[in-house]
């Protein structure tokens, strides 16, 4: 028998009228979950019912991801509609364009590439207040790292010791 290639969503999500820009009009939607369904055999969510439904008011959505981008792909599948904070250095290439889009931060590692990162990172804090003033769902990867490991990262306090 085939293995299953079923994304655990019980309906598409239509693009928030916001993501329409970003998101050039579905094209990152759509591409995204083709990857997902390329990538994994089956993605199941688990409390599905306690998902916010897209016209909920503000969702501020907290991920992490162990499998780079790809997990980033699936979350979006899921989670849509929503804008995605992601690293500038993702978006700085044609090719990067193509999967990534979204309010683009500098990372502390990338600073050295990015003379004007402090003014990026203002912007982009602005924009993602508007974004939830005006309703909308932001997703974010606090640890804003991908290449975690085999455990999780240390906590707050142990990285202080």
Request: glycine residues 8%; positive net charge.
């Amino acid at each position: 028998m085939p293995p299953s290639r079923s994304i655990d969503s019980s309906a598409p999500l239509p693009l928030a009228e916001g993501d329409r820009v970003t998101m050039r009009p579905g094209w990152h939607a759509g591409f995204h979950r083709l990857i997902s369904w390329l990538y994994f055999d089956r993605v199941t969510v688990t409390g599905r019912e306690h998902l916010p439904a897209p016209d909920a008011g503000p969702v501020l959505f907290l991920c992490l991801h162990r499998n780079g981008a790809v997990d980033a792909f699936v979350y979006h599948s899921l989670l849509a509609p929503t804008r995605f904070m992601v690293s500038v250095q993702l978006c700085r290439s044609f090719f990067g364009r193509l999967f990534f889009s979204g309010i683009q931060v500098v990372r502390d590692k990338d600073r050295a590439r990015t003379p004007d990162a402090d003014r990026i990172n203002r912007e982009a804090m602005g924009e993602c207040l508007r974004l939830l003033l005006q309703g909308g769902r932001l997703t974010i990867f606090p640890e804003g790292t991908s290449t975690l490991g085999p455990q999780h990262l240390p906590s707050a306090q142990e990285r202080c010791i």
